[in-house]
């Protein structure tokens, strides 16, 4: 990803990471960092069968879930 402060290609933080792979549902994302500006994001990607055994709720309740997975990764490696 670039970062979105200074335009310099962002870095895996850490090798911070996670992911889903189920046949209708994938998501992934990764703490990244600017070695130019030191500002760290979250890069998050998520991809879902519409209409099949995920519902609308569900899937939120699965991109919440990775979401806080990788935050609590991020909080136990480093110092916000």
Do not use: W
């Not at 979105?4 to 962002?10: I, L, M, R, V």
Request: include cysteine; aromatic fraction near 12%; proline fraction near 4%.
């Amino acid at each position: 990803m670039i970062c979105p402060k200074c335009g310099t290609q962002c870095k895996q933080y850490r090798g911070l990471g996670l992911g889903i792979s189920e046949e209708a549902f994938y998501d992934t994302g990764e703490v990244k960092v600017c070695p130019k500006c030191e500002k760290k994001f979250v890069e998050y990607y998520c991809v879902f069968e519409v209409g099949k055994e995920f519902s609308h709720p569900r899937v939120m309740v699965e991109v919440e879930g990775s979401l806080r997975e990788l935050s609590n990764k991020f909080l136990s490696v480093d110092d916000v």
